[in-house]
């Protein structure tokens, strides 16, 4: 039985509205999961070293338990929409809109900042990106988002900004900042936003060195791989985002960028290299470090990061909207829109 033919049954055989069975006394309420909205979160610092390089495997543990529930709903939202053709008729898709809905309506993640600790902060940051890239995958199916759910969204990312656009860090999570930013941008295409991801992105750009270090990850100790791949991530979302806005990345940006694609790559076939300036013995990244390049930064990577890193890994990545391929594929979408 195809989706369509399976959602006409589900919604008892009458017209799919708009929205797809979003009707509460629909049939297809019965058969919809449903992810109870969470309200806040409250994190244990993840490092306590001075350098933030060698973390609390404990702290992290119990982060993901307090995370499951947000982890939850994602998972089930990007599984729906990063299947193939998916429209409103979709019944996974319809309630995954109808579970974002009740999370909009109960002002989910957004108790800010009276609640919010600093873990809890760069954590509800990291999932705005997800939510943002979730968002635009239900309008490219077909969704039109409500005005509930455009505006906490709108709050969740102008929270975001403002936490960012004052504080000192100038490393990887100022970049996921602005790609947050940009993301919004594309939704709403408020002037905020795109004012702090343009700076940011200049910013970003001017940080990479010649050797296609960036001095902030270079203080990362044992994590100084991880956290330039990382910043790398972050800033492949932002470029992309950034095209769908309409900017055109200059040959100077490209070169940038491609620097420090270069040197993530060398290193990762040499990390001994790195570890006398890095004063610590490289740690070197899992699957989840390759998720983003894999749909984002297919252009930049030589020839060393198939070689010697694991570009077959599985690009989903719950935290940051789902099958990273399509997400780049749905920005692309949105150029010139």
Not at 98 to 124: D, F, I
Not at 149 to 154: A, S, T
Not at 190 to 209: C, G, T, Y
Request: net charge neutral.
């Amino acid at each position: 039985m195809n989706r369509y033919v399976q959602s006409l049954l589900y919604c008892g055989l009458l017209i799919v509205i708009g929205d797809g069975c979003l009707n509460a006394e629909s049939p297809a309420s019965a058969v919809c999961p449903t992810f109870p909205p969470v309200q806040t979160l409250v994190l244990l610092p993840i490092y306590n070293d001075a350098k933030a390089s060698i973390p609390l495997v404990d702290a992290d543990k119990q982060n993901v338990k307090m995370t499951a529930q947000v982890d939850d709903f994602l998972r089930y939202a990007e599984h729906a929409l990063d299947a193939p053709g998916v429209t409103t008729k979709n019944l996974q898709a319809a309630c995954a809109y109808k579970n974002l809905r009740e999370w909009a309506k109960a002002g989910a993640l957004n108790s800010e900042p009276k609640t919010y600790n600093l873990e809890g902060k760069v954590r509800r940051g990291q999932y705005a990106v997800g939510f943002d890239l979730l968002a635009l995958k239900l309008k490219a199916a077909g969704f039109q988002l409500d005005s509930d759910v455009m505006q906490w969204l709108h709050t969740m990312n102008a929270e975001n900004l403002q936490f960012w656009e004052h504080g000192s860090n100038r490393g990887n999570l100022r970049i996921w900042a602005a790609a947050a930013a940009a993301l919004a941008a594309v939704l709403e295409r408020d002037p905020k936003f795109v004012d702090f991801q343009n700076r940011v992105w200049l910013e970003a750009m001017a940080a990479i060195h010649e050797d296609g270090t960036i001095d902030a990850e270079m203080a990362r100790g044992q994590r100084v791989l991880i956290y330039h791949m990382f910043s790398f991530s972050g800033t492949l979302v932002l470029r992309s985002a950034r095209e769908a806005l309409g900017y055109q990345e200059t040959a100077a940006e490209h070169q940038r960028l491609k620097l420090l694609a270069d040197f993530i790559g060398h290193t990762l076939c040499n990390p001994h290299e790195i570890e006398g300036r890095a004063q610590a013995v490289m740690e070197i990244p899992g699957n989840w470090g390759y998720r983003i390049p894999i749909g984002f930064g297919g252009d930049l990577m030589n020839q060393d990061w198939s070689r010697c890193g694991l570009l077959k890994s599985a690009p989903n990545d719950t935290r940051f909207g789902g099958d990273t391929r399509y997400s780049a594929e749905v920005l692309r979408h949105f150029t010139g829109k």
